[in-house]
């Protein structure tokens, strides 16, 4: 009894092993795409005010205000800024 029971395991193990080897090629294949060159993590991390957002520095919504370079992950964090500094 146990023996059938341990077949039938060795059974569904081999079933997975050549399932394996039949579709690693396939997600190799997915993996060729060219790697990214220089990541954006590596770019400067700018942190958005309004929503606490970090973004990187190329990205940001750049705006300066009263002397001040402030950056925002969009144009709508941007004008909630102006409006709230507006306000006090
Ligand atoms: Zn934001």
Redesign the pocket.
Same mark, same amino acid.
Do not use: Q
């Given at each position: 009894m146990i023996f059938r029971l341990l077949f039938a395991i060795g059974i569904v193990y081999l079933a997975y092993r050549i399932g394996k080897k039949l579709f690693l090629p396939v997600s190799q294949k997915k993996e060729e795409f060219p790697p990214r060159p220089a990541p954006i993590e590596s770019e400067d991390m700018v942190r958005?005010p309004? !929503?606490g957002?970090y973004v990187p520095l190329g990205d940001a919504h750049k705006t300066t205000v009263n002397g001040k370079t402030l950056y925002? !992950?969009?144009e709508?964090?941007c004008e909630t800024y102006k409006k709230r500094k507006s306000m006090h």
């Open positions: 958005d309004v !929503c957002t925002f !992950c969009s709508t964090c």
